[in-house]
């Protein structure tokens, strides 16, 4: 989570009542509209552009300031496009750490704040550590500061398994606080997705696996330790941005999150410049058509913010498709061993999805044919983030690209781990699955 120092730094909250018509106030990249339907070699330079942009507000974390300058600037492109736009406000939970760490007299490891964050006293906790691995090992953190060794994987939500039958595990088994190691392919700290309240009654933490060894070694030799997680709790304030074109009878519906751990270029970035572009693109290709655009904040906390947008989408019988571009849409693959990093590699990271509703199967496979990772669609499954949600709500024809790049939810998770020329392809697939669907259900 961010530090008070950095809080005060970046001025959180600064457009909490921001207005459009503020906007030269706040100066933010021009954008300039491409006419009519733009050239490849003109996508792949706003492609870029829009992924530079993305990466140089900083951290996404839901009400911080990143977040929200993020939310000005893809309001103003909408805007700019003549829809009528309109910020939502609301809340999400808010930790500014003082103070986060792990130590002993000889060492002090830093650690990060689990949200919804349990603070300790200040001073900390004291008490010895155990190790664990899996539930079997859970009476032996009784009274104890459990530190779960997570199985490596990219670990993405707290809420999940393997995570959270290991921590409800060490909870009853009576461990005073809890710290994850998350160990996964680039050796940083992993953080995970909640829900809006804290999910167990102890203090949670999270460790990188490339800081836990002197901790490991401190517990081995039976030394005490004390874990501090200090600071302030209470609410920010993220937003939804909600725009709409209103034209046809039918309506177009585009969607796609904005918040995330930390800088979360590869996993927002993609998506942002792809929902920025197909939403450009569509209103000058199908002018008949009404548009719905939602850029949601509040992804981290179980997905807070489409919840509440999606009291602003059109009928679903009224809407001929709901695109949703999701996490790690097209991010770099890299050449490594174990968490070595040997180089960036110019292929996309394979470890992302297609999902679609049933009669949208064959039209996305035909589509992403020739995309690694997205050849084979799948049919929307429960729980996989938003899109899930959009078919509960009766959106029939809906999909959407998932997924989980290496550096997902990492401190490194910058601009190096995207490119354009990886996206492009990306985008013009959606493009051909929006126009096969719109000539099949919408207005001829």
Same mark, same amino acid.
């Given at each position: 989570?961010?530090?008070?120092?950095?809080?005060?730094?970046?001025?959180?909250?600064?457009?909490?009542?921001?207005?459009?018509?503020?906007?030269?106030?706040?100066?933010?990249?021009?954008?300039?509209?491409?006419?009519?339907? *733009?050239?490849?070699?003109?996508?792949?330079?706003?492609?870029?552009?829009?992924?530079?942009?993305?990466?140089?507000?900083?951290?996404?974390?839901?009400?911080?300031?990143?977040?929200?300058?993020?939310?000005?600037?893809?309001?103003?492109?909408?805007?700019?496009?003549?829809?009528?736009?309109?910020?939502?406000?609301?809340?999400?939970?808010?930790?500014?750490?003082?103070?986060?760490?792990?130590?002993?007299?000889?060492?002090?490891?830093?650690?990060?704040?689990?949200?919804? #964050? #349990?603070?300790?006293?200040?001073?900390?906790?004291?008490?010895?550590?155990?190790?664990?691995?899996?539930?079997?090992?859970?009476?032996?953190?009784?009274?104890?500061?459990?530190?779960?060794?997570?199985?490596?994987?990219?670990?993405?939500?707290?809420?999940? /398994?393997?995570?959270?039958?290991?921590?409800?595990?060490?909870?009853?088994?009576?461990?005073?606080?809890?710290?994850?190691?998350?160990?996964?392919?680039?050796?940083?700290?992993?953080?995970?997705?909640?829900?809006?309240?804290?999910?167990?009654?102890?203090?949670?933490?999270?460790?990188?696996?490339?800081?836990?060894?002197?901790?490991?070694?401190?517990?081995?030799?039976?030394?005490? &330790?004390?874990?501090?997680?200090?600071?302030?709790?209470?609410?920010?304030?993220?937003?939804?941005?909600?725009?709409?074109?209103?034209?046809? /009878?039918?309506?177009?519906?585009?969607?796609?999150?904005?918040?995330?751990?930390?800088?979360?270029?590869?996993?927002?970035?993609?998506?942002?410049?792809?929902?920025?572009?197909?939403?450009?693109?569509?209103?000058?290709?199908?002018?008949?058509?009404?548009?719905?655009?939602?850029?949601?904040?509040?992804?981290?906390?179980?997905?807070?913010?489409?919840?509440?947008?999606?009291?602003?989408?059109?009928?679903?019988?009224?809407?001929?498709?709901?695109?949703?571009?999701? *996490?790690?849409?097209?991010?770099?693959?890299?050449?490594?061993?174990?968490?070595?990093?040997?180089?960036?590699?110019?292929?996309?990271?394979?470890?992302?999805?297609?999902?679609?509703?049933?009669?949208?199967?064959?039209?996305?496979?035909?589509?992403? *044919?020739?995309?690694?990772?997205?050849?084979?669609?799948?049919?929307?499954?429960?729980?996989?983030?938003?899109?899930?949600?959009?078919?509960?709500?009766?959106?029939?024809?809906?999909?959407?690209?998932?997924?989980?790049?290496?550096?997902?939810?990492? /401190?490194?998770?910058?601009?190096?781990?995207?490119?354009?020329?990886?996206? &492009?392809?990306?985008?013009? *697939?959606?493009?051909?699955?929006?126009?096969?669907?719109?000539?099949?259900?919408?207005?001829?």
């Amino acid at each position: 989570m961010s530090t008070r120092r950095e809080v005060i730094e970046t001025g959180l909250g600064v457009i909490g009542s921001m207005a459009l018509a503020d906007r030269e106030a706040h100066a933010a990249p021009v954008y300039r509209i491409p006419e009519g339907l *733009a050239a490849p070699g003109d996508l792949l330079r706003q492609l870029d552009e829009d992924l530079r942009i993305h990466a140089s507000f900083g951290s996404k974390i839901s009400g911080g300031k990143g977040d929200l300058d993020a939310a000005r600037w893809i309001a103003q492109r909408l805007d700019s496009l003549g829809m009528e736009v309109r910020k939502l406000d609301f809340s999400v939970p808010s930790f500014l750490a003082d103070v986060a760490e792990v130590r002993t007299p000889e060492i002090v490891v830093p650690v990060f704040p689990q949200p919804v #964050v #349990v603070p300790t006293r200040v001073g900390g906790l004291r008490a010895h550590g155990a190790l664990m691995r899996d539930e079997f090992h859970a009476p032996q953190v009784a009274g104890k500061i459990a530190f779960i060794d997570l199985p490596h994987a990219r670990h993405a939500a707290l809420f999940n /398994p393997p995570v959270m039958p290991l921590v409800q595990a060490a909870v009853r088994a009576g461990a005073q606080a809890i710290v994850l190691v998350t160990n996964g392919p680039t050796g940083e700290v992993i953080a995970l997705n909640t829900k809006l309240d804290p999910l167990v009654d102890v203090p949670l933490a999270l460790i990188a696996p490339k800081d836990f060894p002197p901790v490991s070694k401190a517990i081995a030799e039976e030394q005490l &330790l004390e874990i501090e997680l200090v600071g302030d709790a209470s609410d920010a304030t993220s937003c939804n941005i909600i725009a709409t074109r209103r034209a046809g /009878p039918k309506w177009l519906a585009f969607s796609t999150p904005r918040s995330g751990w930390f800088q979360a270029v590869g996993e927002r970035a993609p998506g942002t410049a792809a929902f920025l572009e197909l939403v450009r693109w569509a209103s000058v290709r199908f002018p008949d058509h009404s548009i719905f655009a939602m850029n949601n904040g509040g992804h981290e906390f179980d997905f807070k913010g489409s919840h509440l947008a999606l009291a602003e989408a059109p009928p679903a019988q009224d809407t001929v498709i709901w695109t949703h571009l999701g *996490a790690g849409l097209a991010t770099r693959d890299r050449l490594g061993l174990g968490v070595r990093q040997l180089g960036m590699m110019d292929t996309a990271d394979p470890r992302r999805v297609l999902m679609a509703s049933g009669e949208m199967l064959d039209t996305c496979r035909r589509a992403f *044919a020739d995309i690694s990772g997205y050849k084979d669609p799948l049919e929307i499954l429960g729980g996989a983030g938003e899109l899930s949600t959009f078919i509960d709500h009766g959106y029939r024809r809906a999909f959407a690209g998932l997924g989980v790049h290496r550096w997902c939810h990492v /401190p490194g998770d910058g601009i190096e781990t995207v490119d354009a020329g990886l996206l &492009l392809p990306v985008v013009e *697939a959606h493009r051909a699955v929006i126009e096969e669907t719109v000539g099949r259900f919408g207005i001829a």
